[in-house]
């Protein structure tokens, strides 16, 4: 499968704790974005790289999470000290340079009890 | 700030009839906007943008600037056209913003 993928599919984790979740986005693709979704509402976007650099955040974003992008091939969404308002899909998406589609991955659900 | 709004969150519509999925915008800059579909246990996936003028699965849409609206058609619904649709406006850079989706069930 060469589309984007996301590791894990699924997460459950206690308040407090930390959770890390992986996107690869396809190869030749240089823009990477995250955006989260929670039931009943359309995706939200999150964040967003061009090669490693990270160019813009969401105010959605707060100190609790970071992204990175350390080679301009893989990112990882960290989320600290997890809240129950967490909860919910993350989606990983990808982009080539030129004006084209954006492609989605299948997502991670984070279920925060 | 931008919003995407789509008022029906369920649509039901027999097999055969014509479908009308709604989509109004608001965004002070040049609008670009898509139309995103998720089958069941798939990803979602891009439909159609508005800039391509493609009539994708037999849907097109139309942007009607005066009344900021995008909506999505389909003169005859078939079966396999059930899913969730989600309207998106590109507010630079390729970032999205989404509306709250219409989930469409063609009833056979």
């Known amino acids: 499968d060469t589309g984007v993928s996301q590791d894990p599919r699924h997460k459950i984790t206690k308040r407090g704790q930390n959770v890390t979740f992986r996107c690869d986005p396809i190869?030749?693709?240089?823009?990477l974005y995250w955006y989260r979704q929670t039931l009943g509402q359309g995706p939200e976007f999150l964040t967003y790289f061009q090669n490693e650099a990270q160019l813009e955040k969401s105010r959605l974003l707060s100190d609790r999470f970071s992204a990175e992008r350390p080679k301009g091939s893989f990112s990882t969404l960290e989320i600290q000290r997890t809240e129950q308002g967490d909860s919910a899909m993350y989606l990983c998406?990808?982009?080539?340079?030129?004006?084209?589609?954006?492609?989605f991955g299948p997502g991670t659900r984070l279920t925060v009890l | 700030a931008q919003r995407v709004t789509q008022p029906e969150k369920l649509l039901s519509v027999f097999k055969g009839a014509p479908v009308e999925l709604k989509c109004n915008y608001s965004y002070s800059g040049s609008p670009e906007l898509f139309w995103y579909v998720q089958y069941s246990r798939q990803r979602l996936q891009l439909l159609l943008r508005h800039i391509s003028r493609e009539s994708i699965k037999g849907f097109t849409a139309d942007l009607n600037k005066g009344e900021t609206s995008f909506h999505l058609k389909k003169p005859f619904a078939q079966e396999e056209d059930s899913a969730m649709y989600y309207c998106?406006?590109?507010?630079?850079?390729?970032?999205?913003?989404f509306g709250t989706g219409t989930r469409l069930t063609i009833i056979p």
């Open positions: 998406a990808s982009i080539d340079g030129g004006y084209n589609e954006q492609f």
């Open positions: 190869s030749e693709h240089n823009r």
């Open positions: 998106a406006l590109n507010f630079g850079n390729e970032k999205l913003t």
